[in-house]
């Protein structure tokens, strides 16, 4: 019961920020809709395919659909001004739902008894898949490869149920999990965190954070924590 | 028997628009066959995956692959002259392969007992799939979820077979469907009709209805029903 | 037994492919990894989707998983200099793997009765699946659909195994079939083989066989054969 409300709260932070992206790059009321629920979603369907569990099953989540398509159609008559105000609070909703998600996730698989990577991948793939679609969607490269630590709770979150230091028989682990892998993700956004990345040039000169040519969004926040969390809008995933 | 004469039109049309696309992209021969096949196949090859009937099934139809084949092939080797004259109709052959591969991806979701929601969604994916698979392989961004009337159709037909307005028992019913739903995207064409989209900009600037950065094709008609329609050429779905 | 060789051969050449492309694009570690895993188990994915395989067998590859996630790990690690050195080779590699996938996911096809057409697809899509899907994960254009020989060779290797010329009773028929594609996709490369274009304007003028427009791509080798081998580095597939 209170899981759903994570559920809840997380479907309609990520079918925001697939509506987000839809408006940015101009796409019609019908590429909004359908960026929206593809984010909410993809990441269950994709966890699904993967791990060999029904796709029909998605159907099955009748609330959580109206939920994101109705968030999706306020959020689509809010003025300008009302959704930049959301937005600066989505990534907190957001990394709920990248922690429920993928907790979730780790446990279908666990249940089909399977091995700790695919656990991990499966935590993983239901966090972050929506938000990969999403993005290939609206021709952009995956936020998710490129910037900021996203993924890496979500792999946390696998870990810890892969290893079964918390299980479906333990609410209160389970609870603690979540809460600790959304508290790393609101942090690593508070703080800038980023995973370094390697260069392939023979020089030594230090790969510099931001690639000019790498940012084809026109989301240019003033950067997480600075009021404007805009750029922060448009992470993850998409659940079960 | 009729039914599988507007199947045909369907997948010859789509066959030739992803083929097209993949000339305008300077693909090679290979590129050509592959966006053909994707276009013509893809939407009912994400419908079956997305309502769990078998993927396999998609093999069975040998007459529409050996059809989409010799079309790409003979598109292929046709001047460009007349492949201009072709591309001029594609889009009154490719609403009637919407509006087939729409009603009959209802029809199959319909039989599987699912809800309203999943037999819309069904309808769409089948009818518009293939389209986004073949924009997505080419560096696209989605024609179909930014510009122009073309998935709304489809949603009316899953409406339609979804609320049992029309069914397997009424092959009439299913016909006029076919008419009205072929009908009105030959007339949103025409027309030019478009979905709103919506402004994050917080003034009250009217959208401006082309993006020039949002063009990445070399196909700059002079707009439908003007005599160029190579614009009209390259949208839509995928079927069964 | 020796085929695991081939395999291993195989799945590394894909994840350094895939490992380079995401360094190339700027990606964090999570992406380097990411696109790694999927260039190398990406075709045997997508096969298993299209020819009705579950795909939870790809999940009991446990050593080419560690093969190619050590691969990765070892290439982020080493100096710069190394790794353009062993990309001269790479493509040698990868033809193997090429070869060595097209094959089993033909094999695969063919145990399951299914018609010719449909073993060159999965041969196809078994060889030059993981590497589509990397080059969409990467914002790029599909390489295999627009430049060189490559997917031809796996069709080959689909069309020999479709036309029951070779098959598992007959191992050196199979190794011969190997060696063949694989030969044939060294020469190509080092040959600069190309697959014809088609072009849509009526001029008769000849089309260039590279468009400017069309290289999002850092990788700006002097070509194969000149010693600098890092476009060729960049090419197929996704395994078994």
């Known amino acids: 019961m209170t899981w759903d409300v994570f559920n809840l709260i997380g479907t309609i932070a990520f079918a925001v920020s697939g509506a987000i992206v839809a408006m940015e790059e101009a796409y019609d009321l019908f590429g909004v809709f359908v960026l929206a ?3 909410a979603f993809g990441g269950g369907l994709i966890r699904n395919v993967l791990i060999g569990l029904p796709v029909s099953h998605i159907w099955a989540q009748g609330t ?3 939920t994101a398509f109705l968030a999706t159609a306020v959020l689509i008559i809010l003025p300008a001004t009302w959704i930049q105000r959301w937005l600066r609070w989505n990534f907190v909703f957001d990394a709920i739902g990248l922690s429920a998600f993928a907790i979730q996730g780790a446990l279908y698989a666990a249940g089909m008894r399977y091995s700790l990577g695919t656990i991990v991948v499966a935590a993983v793939m239901t966090g972050i898949g929506g938000g990969i679609v999403r993005d290939v969607l609206a021709g952009r490269k995956p936020l998710v490869l490129r910037d900021e630590i996203y ?3 979500a792999v946390l979150a696998g870990f810890a149920v892969g290893m079964r230091w918390v299980g479906p028989s ?7 999990l979540l809460v600790a892998v959304s508290g790393l993700r609101v942090l690593s956004v508070l703080r800038g965190w980023r995973i370094p990345r390697r260069s392939l040039r023979p020089s030594r000169t230090p790969i510099p954070d931001v690639d000019p040519d790498d940012t084809p969004t026109p989301t240019s926040g003033a950067g997480p924590g ?5 750029e922060t809008s448009v992470h993850h995933g998409g659940g079960d």
């Open 37 to 39: 629920m593809v984010t």
């Open 64 to 66: 959580l659909f109206t």
């Open 151 to 153: 993924a890496l709770w």
């Open 170 to 176: 333990q609410p209160w682990g389970l609870y603690g």
């Open 226 to 230: 600075t009021g404007d969390a805009s």
